[in-house]
């Protein structure tokens, strides 16, 4: 793919995660493959409202080197571990999506997915193990989570790591994974109090201190 037109549709992407809400908090990061060597990923520390398309940073697959002036997200060693293992991918999102971060506060594998979440997602969304943002350890853990075919990753107490075959595939892992997530979420707290919480802010606090 050339160039310009990857890093317009990681910057479209972007938007649509604003629009959609799954960066409501904070920054997640974007990236699409350019070929079998490198990609395209969101610079580091920037608004997805304020950025362009120019800012957009092509990053080497295996020694991580960028070209130009603007740093590539801290994650892009994330990215990269997941294009080298995974071929037939070609986007991954990274968010901090709401419910998909309280279960992976809880460090929880979303088990029990719906006939199309499973079809969507594979059979489980396993969490990988906590790593600090930016290491090769978070790489590996993340890499690892992602294994058997598996198109969306926890990563405990940090966020989701969401891929596809192209950027709208991708796309749309986050955005059903949102929602089994806040499926995963009531059901959890329903079996525990036997009732329906009345406010969102209500199952998430009793979700992070009755899941453990
Ligand atoms: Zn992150």
Redesign the pocket.
Known sequence: MELSQARDIVYQAGLDLVKEGLVAR?W??ISLRLDDHSFVITPSGRNYETLTAEEIVAVRINDLTHQGDVKPSS?KGMHAEVYRRRPEINAVV???QRHASTVAAARKEVTGLSEDHARLLGKSVRCAAYAL?GTKKLMKAAGQALEEGRHAAL?AN??ALCVGSTMEAAFRVALELEGACESFIAEAFARHYGTRASTMEEMHACYLTTAP
């Open positions: 904070t997640g990061n994650e990274h968010t901090h943002p990563l940090h966020g």
